[in-house]
């Protein structure tokens, strides 16, 4: 059921510039990440295959609150919503008027999304970072439960604007991020999510 010759002199100073460039952006994204307490816009989610020809396309708004909580709702091409808040997930259909119900602490699998809504401190020690340019990174992780081979996150104005996940059958999902320009402050309330009446809920154990 249910979405990266010139002379001796002038190639040590590069190399030191771009030394200097890599190290900068590689204690920034964690920095960028601690920062962001909450997020909101939309996104554009695009799934190629190993190929690099695109599979699937979907757009809608997101939204994050540090730490736990994450509220995803897909407008386009049909209706779906996933919600996050502590270890309870949801995943709504609408079109179809179904839910289901996780428990996320019986899970170990780590998500890409875990690095916008987690706690920052824990996740330094867990991810090799490498700098691809001004303002973009990939984190590799270095824990078996990771769900995704690396992850490309590039930031701007001190927000992620994109993250290009690699995952480990040789798909990637690209997601394109447009933060609110005036954005509301998010609340634990607005990640409680109750199914409409009518719908139907499942539990995993259902299956």
């Known amino acids: 059921m249910l979405t990266k010759g010139f002379t ?23 920095s960028v990440l601690a920062a962001q307490s909450q997020a909101s816009g939309t996104f554009v989610q695009e799934l190629f295959d ?3 020809q695109r599979l699937e396309r979907s757009s809608g708004r997101y939204a994050v609150l540090r730490p736990g909580f994450f509220r995803w709702e897909i407008d386009s091409p049909d209706r779906q919503m996933i919600v996050v808040s502590g270890t309870r997930l949801w995943h709504y259909d609408i079109d179809l008027a179904a839910a289901t119900r996780r428990d996320t602490s019986r899970n170990n699998e780590f998500t890409p999304l875990e690095l916008l809504a987690g706690e920052t401190a824990d996740l330094r020690d867990r991810f090799e970072v490498q700098a691809l340019g001004p303002l973009q990174v990939r984190l590799i992780p270095r824990f078996a439960q990771a ?18 996940v690699q995952d480990r059958s040789g798909q990637m999902i690209r997601l394109a991020l447009t933060p609110d320009p005036n954005p509301v402050a998010l609340t634990a309330e607005y990640f409680h999510f109750v199914p409409p009446a009518g719908v139907d809920v499942y539990e995993p154990s259902d299956y």
């Open 8 to 30: 001796t002199a002038f190639i040590a100073l590069l190399l030191a510039c771009g030394q200097t460039l890599a190290q900068n952006e590689v204690e920034e994204v964690w």
């Open 50 to 52: 190993e190929k690099e």
């Open 147 to 164: 769900g995704f081979a690396s992850v490309d996150i590039a930031w701007e104005a001190g927000e992620v604007v994109s993250m290009d």
